[in-house]
């Protein structure tokens, strides 16, 4: 079973209440492949909600209280992101997936690279709040534009 990022399967759960739908995702949940997961509607927040990054690190250092994220109203949602890194850890350790495919450079679900806390579309290393928690926990994460250039190849 394969844990995914639930906007990436076109569930209306991104910050502006559109998806980031993608025709493979799609089936491999009309298949039955995949479980989708939103780590910010399960900490709470609403959908639609302000967009919000991390400010003075990324998700590691949210998760260890040295970084924080700022929604664009400039309120401090860090709480809600912790939350929903928690409730999707939890999922992850009862489901046990072989692969879990996370929405890239969401400070959530970012891998590697999230947007850089200017709300100007740059970005910068580091993972997500949920893609930290469940790196740290081993679980085995990837982005959806990696996976879907190495579907590509194969
Ligand atoms: S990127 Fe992650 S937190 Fe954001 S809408 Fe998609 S599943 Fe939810």
Same mark, same amino acid.
């Given at each position: 079973m394969i844990l995914i990022?639930? #906007? %990436? #399967?076109?569930? @209306? #759960?991104?910050? @502006?209440?559109g998806s980031n739908r993608h025709p493979l995702f799609v089936e491999m949940l009309r298949a039955g492949k995949v479980i989708p997961v939103c780590p910010e509607q399960l900490g709470g %927040?609403?959908? =639609?909600r302000e967009p919000a990054e991390i400010c003075g690190g990324a998700g590691e250092q949210v998760l260890s209280g040295q970084a924080r994220v700022i929604n664009r109203l400039g309120c401090d949602v860090s709480a809600a992101f912790l939350r929903g890194a928690e409730q999707t850890l939890k999922i992850a350790q009862a489901v046990n997936p072989s692969l879990i495919i996370l929405k890239s450079r969401? =400070?959530? #679900?970012?891998?590697?690279r999230v947007y @850089?806390?200017?709300?100007?579309?740059r970005f910068k290393s580091g993972n997500g709040v949920t893609a930290a928690l469940l790196k740290a926990h081993g679980f085995d994460i990837i982005d959806d534009e990696a996976y879907l250039k190495q579907e590509i190849k194969n």
């Open positions: 990022s639930a #906007c %990436l #399967c076109g569930i @209306d #759960c991104k910050y @502006d209440g %927040l609403t959908t =639609p969401s =400070p959530s #679900c970012g891998v590697g @850089d806390g200017s709300f100007s579309s």
